[in-house]
């Protein structure tokens, strides 16, 4: 059984910023990909970022391509999601994944076999 716990939602402004945090084992980190996906109200699921950290390589959808970052703390056993330049359309609840495909197909939510309880980001004025 893997645990993963996300953090760091929250409210925030347009334009502005937020980092979420999806903690996990250090097994389950170097294991599987670590997928983020998020959900708006009245939307399907939707994958958005996947980190592979058996070559650091990383993956987005198009829509979060030069504002999204995913990236590893090694030393804490996190992986985390900068969000910059937040948009209305960013508001959903932010899930973290493992998935099996080593991100090839995270997209599709298929390849996930375990989610975290996910966090809520909302973006308003």
């Known amino acids: 059984q893997v645990q993963l716990v996300e953090s760091g939602g929250g409210l925030v402004h347009p334009g502005g910023s937020l980092r979420l945090a999806c903690a996990a084992s250090?097994?389950?980190?170097?294991?599987?990909?670590i997928g983020w996906f998020r959900q708006a109200p009245g939307k399907e699921r939707e994958g958005v970022s996947c980190?592979?950290?058996?070559?650091?390589?990383?993956y987005y959808v198009d829509s979060v391509k030069g504002r999204f970052t995913i990236f590893r703390d090694n030393a804490k056993n996190i992986i985390y999601l900068q969000m910059n330049n937040l948009k209305p359309e960013d508001t959903a609840i932010y899930y973290c994944?493992?998935?099996?495909?080593?991100?090839?197909?995270?997209?599709?939510?298929?390849?996930?076999?375990?989610w975290g309880q996910g966090t809520q980001v909302t973006v308003s004025s």
């Open positions: 980190y592979r950290s058996s070559d650091g390589n990383t």
């Open positions: 250090k097994f389950a980190l170097d294991y599987y990909a």
């Open positions: 994944a493992t998935e099996v495909s080593g991100c090839t197909h995270y997209y599709t939510g298929q390849t996930v076999n375990y």
